[in-house]
């Protein structure tokens, strides 16, 4: 079964940290590009920060200069470092990946993933 698998969520105090991780498993091929969403109550899922194949960063506007995205292609894992959180950073966090997995060229498939959530709560 080919699936993302996130962790790393919690509760904090404004201006703490976390790290959450996404692993990818199930017989991978390749892995394109990856992001991290998050959706707070009542409002629409949005971008957090992605980042392609080869390492370029995209960040949204309210998290640049507190998180960092970074992937580790021989784990098959994403990681998003989240500094100086606010509480308006409250939300679930999902990963998102776009690959191709498949025991060999006669059934790999493109998947676009997602993780079942993680809860990010800041608050004091």
């Known amino acids: 079964q080919v699936q993302l698998v996130e962790s790393g969520g919690g509760l904090v105090q404004p201006g703490g940290s976390l790290r959450l991780s996404c692993a990818a498993s199930?017989?991978?091929?390749?892995?394109?590009?990856m992001g991290w969403y998050r959706q707070a109550p009542g409002k629409q899922r949005e971008l957090v920060a992605s980042?392609?194949?080869?390492?370029?960063?995209n960040y949204a506007d309210s998290v640049k200069g507190r998180f960092t995205i970074s992937r580790d292609n021989a784990k098959n894992t994403m990681y998003l470092q989240m500094n100086s959180l606010k509480p308006e950073d409250t939300a679930v966090y999902y990963c998102?990946?776009?690959?191709?997995?498949?025991?060999?060229?006669?059934?790999?498939?493109?998947?676009?993933?997602w993780g079942q959530g993680t809860q990010v709560t800041v608050s004091s």
């Open positions: 980042i392609a194949t080869g390492g370029t960063t």
């Open positions: 998102n990946a776009d690959l191709v997995a498949g025991t060999g060229w006669w059934n790999r498939q493109r998947y676009d993933l």
């Open positions: 199930g017989n991978i091929f390749v892995i394109n590009a």
